[in-house]
């Protein structure tokens, strides 16, 4: 079977359950980054304009099955709320039916059997949001029984949560054996891009990464350097690299336990990689008098690397000018903090120079979506990928369960 998309499906007067990934960061109770939850936007308006009933599930970090006030999501049903222009309201049982439009954060347990039928009778005009799903055993084990109970809910699902479908859980898989199941409009943005890249390939074809977490990339590296032209490497990535060869890397950040894995890196795209040859550099505290710029050769066992020198950067910059195709994931150092935001800034804006248009340009994971924002080049990128984990693996050729699913 192949998957069907809601964009080009006729679903009218249903009741559809919206599988999202809502998985943002919280801080003081508030969305600190409403990246994600913009992105679902789209989809919730399209089932509302056909006339269709809108319940909106997702989760928020790891409870583990138990419930835990400090996952619940309300601050993403607030701000959902804000983001329609609804009213916000909260409830566990009743579903009020006023005259204007709400979005109802439903706290109810939904395990329990009475909330098939209030669920059941949701007025099409409001959106319902349902409390964590992960506060149920039964999401994570992807338990038949807890999938059939989310179906109960509906006639409809939906799946828009890339972000989350490298993990096989009930909202994700176990509910499309129960429900006729569809691919939401953000999904179908995600795969259409990512596969451009997959089997597309524009060159010159240039990947960038950085960060810390090598093991996370590492199986993306492999398949995008096989068609790659050049592979640019900084932030943490690039000193474990320099570990690798047996260089000193004094205090700077990287993954421990994964030198072997960057030195395999380094030897299967000899002539690909391109290093940082100069760095900046500073001490412990980054102590102002102590920051430089230096060979990676002669970092101080007192010193960290925190940026990618001025020659790199130069480096970096000619690669990406003649870019046709660029995947960029992790900074180039800590951009977060001035002045070593210097490599990431000035990639990021080269980037944003060339996407839409001259090159086509997939970003993606949470430290490079806010770099792309700090530099004002979110709208010149083709796809900002709202997936961390699930994009990589997708990169890294992997099959997404979530995905599979719908097919
Ligand atoms: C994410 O934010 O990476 C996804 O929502 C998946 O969350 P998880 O890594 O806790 O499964
Ligand atoms: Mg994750």
Redesign the pocket.
Known sequence: MSIKYLRTSKIQNKTVLLRV?V?VPIDNGKVSDPFRIEQILPTIKHLQKDGNTVIVCG?L??PKGKKDPQFSLKPVAELLADMLGYKYLETDHALPDYEINHLIFYKGNIAEEKHQAQLSMAPSKDVILLENLRFYEGEEENSPVFAKKLASFADVYVNDAF??D??AAASTVGITKYLDSYCGLLLEQEIKSLDNVLKHVKHPFVVMTGGIKLSEKVGALENLGKKADKILVGGGVANLMYKAKGMEVGLSKIQEGETKTAWQIEKNFKGKLVLPTDVVVADEKMDKDSIRATSPHDIRKTEQVLDIGPKTILAFANEIKAAKMIVWSGPLGLFEKKPFHHGTMALARLIGGRGKGIAFVVAGGGDTVDAIRQAGQFEHIDHVST????MLEYLAGKKLPGIEALK
């Open positions: 990934d998985n989760h970090g790891r972000g989350v490298h993990r997936g961390g984990g699930a």
